[in-house]
């Protein structure tokens, strides 16, 4: 059976989700939300820990019912049909699926029968996934051995087992290194280019803005925007002036001299000393400006320069705060912040 | 977005199979996560230990240790007074795994995934219990072996011995729906590893497993007495060695159908909730 004709029935949206809010207790982790996946597209599900991405997955998947609101799967309402979105699904997350003591193939043979799938076809869909993963000399041993990336690499695999239409990923390269999280990136474009509908949550806005077609921010529950990744770049508009000051101490000085160039408030990471401002269609002469002004006040700085706005840009426009502030260190992004340090 | 217009969509019908098909996948599941669960297990020196050494050393430890100090009065001596009282013992403390396998479960998101699969969700509770009771059966086939070695005996015939492998066998499956309980509510394999088993210290030895209760202080004889694991394990040496049956057959009876009753619901709906 391929993919195409297990949703040969449906030509609407593969994810349909409408008004859903789900609390916990007092605790109100999904306050509304809306959004539709096209077949075939990638949605990049973006918001800071906490934000209720994981819930939304977790409806979506059927974990989890939602307290008001409607979501389908593939035209499957993921309350009144659960056992019909299940069939139509793969997940794979943060924490990863796997069990140690078996073997790669062991594992992905396991997730063949719990699919249901006939012994050759579940064989021969284990071989081709440990081939396609890179997993081939590592088939036969425990995955205790395995390193972080392949573990990941073998999570999703298992999710892939049974040619899911609609493929789940929550936050896929969380605690990864920077090398296996682009080896991650690889995997993924590979999967969408091969027509699966993918669903993606992450903090990280460079991970939203490498992969999905389309983004949507939430925070504190709500949508607080949707779009492509150029359409939210736009919308904030214009270049961004970026420097880092060399002694730290300065920070405030060096800020209030250019303040006035920035539309709304210059962006200020203390931790680094970096500060952006958001400079509009002024780009090079507010450049200059910038660069007169910190010299008249003696401040040292490095890397000033003028640059596209990145999606952390546009997150700290949305909602005044970075996407990554609880971000925890271990993090790829914040040894990448932490790298700028002097 | 172009929900607004979406809100028409109408989501497809989606019948559930027959209820012959549903019981005939959620057999097959069982049995898969049966075998996956004998395999971790198998492949898991903690749990080999727990299993087969440590009560290999119990046997040796009360037969050759303290057996000498402890007077007791059935045929054959202590030996034979010891070995119904270590094999529910070590029927209980199988369970440990039930409790440990959960929680890891839970915690590491694989129970998630199995959950947001088109599978029977009562298979991983069910295929639990099968495996967990394959694993006591050789448990208590192991600890009988070691037995025999060390001078066990049975003294009332071969019915009563197989009935009695089979009361260890099911005490040792029920307090697993107890363990099952405890590691789906703790959901933290460190908490469970630490002291998710405390319980089980004073059920085993404040019993009739290793000591005679006439030797304890009054206080403690009142608890020791009355406490499931005694009345199981006196049913087991009556049915080992010969004395009366019904009285402790019918109060083990009522005390584990009690637990499963009590326990079995509560493991289900943490389930459910975790």
Not at chain 2, 153 to 167: D, E, K, Y
Not at chain 2, 206 to 219: D, N, Q
Request: contains cysteine; neutral net charge; hydrophobic residues 50%.
């Amino acid at each position: 059976m391929t993919r195409a004709n297990r949703v040969r029935d449906w030509d609407g949206p593969s994810i349909f989700v409408e008004d859903v809010h789900k609390s916990f207790g007092d605790v109100q982790a999904l306050g509304g939300i809306d959004f539709v996946v096209e077949r075939g597209k990638v949605l990049g599900l973006l918001g800071p820990n906490g934000a209720g991405k994981t819930t939304a997955v977790k409806i979506l998947t059927t974990l989890l019912t939602p307290d008001r609101g409607r979501a389908l799967v593939e035209g499957r309402d993921v309350v009144r049909a659960p056992s019909a979105v299940r069939e139509l699904i793969g997940l794979a997350g943060q924490s990863t699926a796997i069990q140690e003591e078996l073997t790669g193939r062991e594992n992905l043979e396991i997730m063949g029968r719990l699919y249901h799938l006939a012994p050759d076809v579940r064989q021969r869909r284990a071989t081709e996934l440990l081939e396609r993963f890179d997993l081939v000399d590592a088939a036969d041993r425990p995955t205790r051995g395995y390193s972080g990336g392949m573990q990941r690499r073998l999570d999703l695999a298992l999710s892939l087992v049974a040619l899911p239409s609609v493929l789940f990923l929550d936050e896929p390269t969380t605690g990864l290194d920077p090398r296996s999280r682009l080896g991650m990136w690889d995997v993924i474009r590979e999967l969408v280019s091969a027509g699966t509908t993918l669903l993606l949550t992450t903090q990280y806005l460079d991970e939203a803005d490498a992969l999905a077609d389309e983004i949507v921010v939430i925070d504190h529950g709500k949508v607080i925007a949707a779009g492509t990744t150029s359409e939210l770049k736009n919308r904030i508009g214009g270049d961004v002036v970026e420097f880092v000051v060399v002694e730290r101490e300065r920070v405030g000085e060096a800020v209030e001299a250019v303040q006035h160039l920035s539309e709304g408030e210059a962006n200020v990471d203390l931790e680094t000393a970096r500060v952006s401002l958001r400079v509009g269609e002024r780009g090079s002469q507010a450049l200059v400006d910038s660069v007169r002004r910190l010299d008249a006040l003696g401040v040292n700085t490095e890397g000033l320069g003028l640059r596209r706005p990145s999606l952390d840009d546009v997150f700290l426009a949305l909602t005044g705060h970075g996407a990554e502030d609880e971000v925890p260190p271990q993090s790829p992004a914040g040894r990448r912040a932490g790298g700028r340090r002097h | 977005m172009t929900t607004a217009v979406l809100s028409s969509l109408v989501a497809l019908d989606a019948p559930n199979p027959p209820v012959s098909e549903r019981i005939r996948l959620g057999v097959m599941d069982t049995l898969t996560l049966t075998r996956r669960d004998l395999l971790i297990w198998l492949r898991n020196p903690a749990f080999i230990f727990f299993t087969f050494i440590q009560p290999v050393m119990f046997v040796l430890l009360f037969r050759y240790v303290f057996g000498g100090a402890i007077p007791v009065h059935v045929p054959g001596g202590y030996v034979n007074f010891l070995m119904p009282g270590i094999i529910a013992q070590s029927a209980a403390f199988a369970s440990f795994g039930t409790a440990i396998a959960l929680a890891r479960q839970l915690q590491k998101g694989v129970i998630d995934r199995f959950r947001a699969m088109p599978m029977a969700r009562s298979a991983v509770l069910l295929g639990r219990l099968v495996s967990d009771t394959v694993r006591l059966v050789l448990t208590v086939l192991i600890i009988l072996a070691v037995g025999y070695a060390v001078g066990f005996r049975f003294h009332n015939g071969v019915v009563p011995a197989v009935l009695m492998v089979i009361l260890g066998v099911v005490f040792g499956v029920v307090i697993c729906t107890v363990s099952a309980f405890v590691g789906l509510a703790i959901k933290d394999e460190e908490s469970v590893g630490s002291f998710g088993l405390v319980w089980l210290f004073p059920l085993t030895f404040v019993s009739a497993a290793f000591v005679p209760v006439h030797s304890m202080p009054g206080w403690l004889q009142a608890f020791a007495k009355n406490q499931p694991v005694t009345i199981v394990i006196d049913e087991m040496r009556s049915l080992a060695l010969g004395g009366p049956l019904t009285m402790h057959a019918w109060q083990s009876a009522v005390w584990l159908a009690g637990i499963v009753a009590v326990f079995v619901p509560l493991a289900v709906r943490s389930y459910r909730k975790a």
